[in-house]
């Protein structure tokens, strides 16, 4: 089994012959950066979210150690 580029789990046989294009250009929004082991993002009404440390599928993330978090409208903003 291996992991595909949007996280599901499938028979190496079923594996794409062509490689996704670099996961970084994946994230299109402001302040996004892609992260292979997705957390937990803070949002504007909690910025610090607990979380377990069993990585969730991979993603585009908020930075949060620059002080962003994801507001209602799936923007990056910065936290007040």
């Not at 299109?28 to 082991?37: A, G, H, L, S, Y």
């Not at 504007?44 to 002080?67: D, F, L, W, Y």
């Given at each position: 089994?291996?992991?595909t ?17 670099r ?45 962003f ?12």
């Amino acid at each position: 089994m291996r992991r595909t580029h949007d996280g599901k789990c499938v028979p190496v046989s079923e594996c794409p012959r062509k490689m996704p294009r670099r996961e970084a250009e994946k994230c299109t929004k402001p302040n996004e950066q892609w992260t292979k082991c997705g957390g937990c993002e803070g949002t504007c009404a909690q910025k610090i979210v607990p979380c377990t440390r069993e990585c969730k599928p991979p993603r585009c993330e908020c930075i949060a150690s620059a002080g962003f978090v994801r507001d209602a409208q799936g923007n990056c903003i910065k936290f007040e």
